[in-house]
């Protein structure tokens, strides 16, 4: 299938103009958005194609959040981080194909009816490296982009990890860090608390925060990009064995 994007003109005028959208985002299905979007040339296919893929819509979140992140990421593996990072892109497919997944996925936020929590569900609000973390189909793509471990068997174990409790939270106190662009440095976090995890300790969203926010300290000092994978991993179980005592992870 092609991708669609929605023009930059719709986004603004709907970001502007919300009281005269606000109803139709309770439609069941998104006609009558489609037909507006039509008559003003405002919705087109994009040059980027991929295979056709379904989304998971289970009733537990945590469940199919899991299963996105890998049918996204394994589906559009091709996109470049600038596509990606494109607000057009992600409406447009939000308001096409994937109507259905958004109005699932931010069923309570859309039928609460308070205008941030909307365009929060369709459009980037908060900045485009927030936002890219922060919208419910954009963040499953990120989230395989940054966690897709190639030199693993499985490859997508950090996002079994992330995927257990509080993904969304746990997701956005990540792409606050300054290391979110480094992939090591990201992945050698998530190999601490899996090795933590794996020796018997429960692991809970305050292991994520402590050892992002040490390694953020760290990077204040160290050039965190020439550190190794493993290295990482060291530093952020030497804070976690501060705080919550001390584990043997190994080498």
Request: hydrophobic share 40%; charged share 30%; proline share 0%.
């Amino acid at each position: 299938m092609k991708l669609i994007y929605l023009s930059q003109e719709a986004i603004d005028d709907i970001k502007m103009n919300f009281i005269k959208y606000k109803k139709h985002f309770a439609d069941v299905n998104n006609d009558w958005f489609i037909e507006k979007f039509k008559k003003r040339d405002w919705m087109h296919e994009s040059k980027v194609q991929c295979k056709d893929f379904i989304l998971d819509m289970s009733d537990e979140y945590n469940v199919s959040d899991r299963k996105n992140v890998e049918i996204v990421y394994e589906a559009l593996h091709d996109l470049s981080p600038a596509l990606a990072a494109d607000e057009r892109l992600w409406a447009g497919m939000l308001f096409g194909q994937f109507w259905d997944y958004v109005k699932y996925r931010r069923k309570n936020e859309i039928n609460f009816g308070n205008e941030r929590d909307i365009l929060n569900s369709f459009f980037f609000m908060r900045g485009t490296k927030r936002s890219c973390f922060m919208n419910c189909l954009s963040r499953l793509w990120w989230t395989g982009y940054l966690l897709y471990d190639e030199k693993k068997c499985e490859h997508y174990n950090a996002v079994d990890l992330i995927c257990e409790a509080a993904y969304a939270s746990n997701l956005i106190l990540i792409s606050s860090n300054n290391f979110i662009s480094n992939k090591n440095l990201a992945l050698g976090v998530f190999d601490c608390i899996q090795k933590r995890k794996n020796a018997g300790e429960n692991i809970g969203r305050y292991h994520f925060v402590e050892a992002n926010k040490y390694i953020n300290c760290i990077g204040g000092i160290s050039l965190l990009d020439a550190m190794a994978r493993e290295e990482v991993c060291k530093l952020a179980n030497r804070r976690l064995n501060q705080l919550y005592g001390v584990i043997d992870i190994g080498d």
